[in-house]
């Protein structure tokens, strides 16, 4: 079995996150390229299976800049067998539209039996990949798993709903989503570390996967604007003079929040 785990480079959650204002793009250098933590997660899936069944295979796919093959090795260093890095030029600010065209390009060329995806990445927070994804390939979709069981013609998993959760399954092949209710990555050894620099890392262009760079200048989506965050407002103080309940309701009533 071939697993395909999507993996992305992003700005530290944790760290200073901007928009740069002319481009309207994420200003990548306010802050430190890490492996998405939902897509560590989404490794983490695929090496659980393939620690218990012999012949599976790990691949972690991306689409970034020449740079994210650094934090894409991360993945190889956990246990993944190989990897596949598309980047171009062209791909520059790509949208949803464009990112799940050419992804799905590299499944088609790369081959697979099960594709894990995280929920929503921590920068775009786009949250629709994944069913694009199975959308494009013509195959099942499972999104937004808390828990999942992966056999050898099927996968299945547990789904949260507002009314409880829902039990569900999809033949293989099939493209799933899961979120941060599944466990947390394995740390990579040194063994592993060292191991990551010999594993095969394929780096594909745009003509590598058939699609003419001129298509990529038609926009599917259009950014009409970007302004800069706001500074933070102080807050209202309620001194409490007997009546503070009473300022509350009023508070929470003229602000439309009850």
């Known amino acids: 079995m071939r697993v395909v785990v999507l993996v992305k480079e992003v700005p530290d959650t944790y760290g200073d996150r901007k928009l740069n204002l ?23 899936v695929a090496l659980s299976h393939a620690d218990k069944n012999a012949g599976t295979e790990v691949v972690v796919l991306t689409m970034g800049p020449e740079s994210a093959a650094g934090t894409v090795r991360k993945g190889l ?21 464009l990112t799940a065209e050419v992804l799905a390009a590299a499944l088609k060329r790369t081959g697979f039996d099960l594709v894990i995806a995280g929920n929503q990445s921590t920068d775009g927070s786009g949250g ?13 979709a499972a999104l937004n798993l808390t828990a999942v069981e992966i056999g050898a013609d099927t996968v299945s998993g547990t789904r949260a709903t507002d009314a409880g959760t829902a039990e569900i399954s999809a033949g ?7 979120t941060e209710a599944l466990p947390d990555a394995r740390f990579p050894n040194f063994k592993g570390i060292m191991a990551a ?19 990529t200048a038609a926009p599917r989506s259009i950014m009409v604007a970007v302004t800069a965050k706001p500074a933070r407002q102080a807050g209202v103080k ?11 309701a009023e508070f929470l009533l003229e602000n439309r929040l009850a």
């Open 22 to 44: 002319e481009t309207g793009l994420a200003d990548r250098g306010t802050s430190e390229a890490v492996l998405d933590e939902i897509g560590e997660r989404a490794v983490e």
């Open 238 to 248: 309620l001194t409490d003079e007997g009546d503070a309940g009473a300022k509350l």
């Open 128 to 140: 629709v990949m994944a069913a694009m994804l199975a959308e494009l390939l013509d195959v099942p």
């Open 77 to 97: 260093a956990m246990g993944a067998g190989s990897a596949v890095h598309v980047t171009d030029e062209a791909l520059v600010g790509a949208d949803l539209g």
């Open 172 to 178: 293989l092949p099939a493209v799933i989503s899961i």
């Open 197 to 215: 620099k010999k594993k095969p890392l394929e780096t594909l262009s745009l003509e590598d996967l058939g699609i003419e760079a001129d298509s």
